[in-house]
């Protein structure tokens, strides 16, 4: 059976980011923009991840241009960016497509999991992925990274 684990991203350095490295952890996946109202939410994805990353929670950032062409910059200048003016010190791939034909593989078996209405319809759209590859939970673009339901849900993945 085909898990989260069995994709591979090139992280935003140009290094293989094999999702399997993080076996036995639980992901926040989240696709990601710069220049999107949403953006600030870097700023709680940084926090879960300072807060949770110690008890073995991922947090990856998959930044995409596919809703408002809202990350139009090179890999550099989002890696820059991100840095700079949220302190971002989670993983970040490169940028990919999370819809459509086009879009990484991850996001085309999350669809085959979740059917069309699970896919992103937006920038920061989060996905949880449990510690073993499982796509464990699903959470809309304006489901803020410190809701409530987020919490319990990286809660019971991370005793999970």
């Known amino acids: 059976m085909t898990t989260a684990h069995d994709f591979s991203f090139t992280s935003i350095e140009g290094k293989p980011l094999k999702l399997a490295d993080y076996a036995g952890k639980p992901i926040l996946l989240v696709n990601t923009a ?17 807060e949770k990353g110690k008890d073995g929670l991922v947090v990856l950032g998959v ?68 510690k073993d590859g499982a796509l464990v939970g699903t959470f809309g673009s304006m489901t803020a990274p410190d809701a409530p339901e987020i919490a319990a849900a990286i809660d019971a993945a991370l005793k999970g």
């Open 34 to 50: 710069s220049a999107c109202g949403l953006t600030p939410q870097y700023e709680g994805l940084q926090k879960l991840w300072d």
């Open 63 to 130: 930044p995409s241009n596919d809703f408002g062409a809202q990350e139009p910059g090179s890999e550099a200048e989002v890696a820059e960016f991100c840095q700079v003016r949220y302190g971002v010190s989670f993983p970040l791939t490169s940028k990919n497509p999370v819809i459509g034909k086009d879009a990484h593989p991850l996001y085309k078996w999350i669809g085959e999991q979740t059917g069309e209405a699970g896919l992103p319809k937006w920038n920061f759209h989060k996905y949880l992925i449990g």
